[in-house]
Antibody, heavy 117, light 108 residues
Framework: QVQLVESGGGVVQPGRSLRLSCAAS????????LHWVRQAPGKGLEWVAV????????YYTDSVKGRFTISRDNSKNTLYLQMDRLRSEDTAVYFC??????????WGQGSLVSVSS | EIVMTQSPATLSVSPGERATLSCRAS??????LAWYQQKPGQAPRLLMF???TRATGTPDRFSGGGSGTEFTLTISSLQSEDFAVYYC??????????FGQGTKVEIK
């Protein structure tokens, strides 16, 4: 069965960096685009970034462009999100999700990132 | 960017009753719409895609309809496990993929 397991979240000060990981299993990792979606406390879902199956094409929501970098290692079945220059408004649970370029079929359990001084 | 608007924000329904949730897109998205269910402390779960196709494991008391800019999710007879927050999401024009703000279905 498909499993996505996020890790790397925690408490970080504004302006600092954090890297999230998402370990995948149960499907052919290199065949699928992968996404990060976040949810601020008590709020709705916000798409953050996507990386194509081959790791070449990447897109970001406007609020994280230039600060976040999505990447993947198909040899390790792992997705990453490097988050630099973090702001308080980046505080959220970050989910990795897959399913291609349409709907998100599978989600991880989420990793909480809290940006606070 | 396509803006998705859900209504109502909260829907109070008694178990066994019917619930109808609405989702509107700011421009036509054909049938490129998905619905998700999220319970407290859990990840979202895909319920429907293509506006009206049930995902694997979605009970047939859930039905989706609509096309263009107006969509609905209907739960024919609410069960205790259906009380949750529901989100719509468009995938017609991306990036970005966009979600509605959610509808909370609560026990009346």
């Amino acid at each position: 069965q498909v499993q996505l397991v996020e890790s790397g979240g925690g408490v970080v000060q504004p302006g600092r960096s954090l890297r999230l990981s998402c370990a995948a299993s149960g499907f052919t990792f290199s065949d699928y685009a992968l996404h990060w979606v976040r949810q601020a406390p008590g709020k709705g879902l916000e798409w953050v970034a996507v990386v194509w199956y081959d790791g070449v094409n990447k897109y970001y929501t406007d609020s994280v462009k230039g600060r976040f970098t999505i990447s993947r290692d198909n040899s390790k079945n792992t997705l990453y999100l490097q988050m630099d220059r973090l702001r308080s408004e980046d505080t959220a649970v970050y989910f990795c999700a897959t399913g291609g370029f349409a709907h998100f079929d599978y989600w991880g359990q989420g990793s909480l990132v809290s940006v606070s001084s | 960017e396509i803006v998705m608007t859900q209504s109502p924000a909260t829907l109070s329904v008694s178990p066994g009753e019917r619930a109808t949730l609405s989702c509107r897109a700011s421009q036509s998205i054909k049938s490129d719409l998905a619905w998700y269910q999220q319970k407290p402390g859990q990840a979202p779960r895909l319920l429907m895609f293509g506006a009206s196709t049930r995902a694997t494991g979605t009970p047939d008391r859930f039905s989706g309809g609509g096309s263009g800019t107006e969509f609905t999710l209907t739960i024919s007879s609410l069960q205790s496990e259906d009380f949750a927050v529901y989100y719509c999401q468009q995938y017609n024009k991306w990036p970005p993929w966009t979600f509605g703000q959610g509808t909370k279905v609560e026990i009346k």
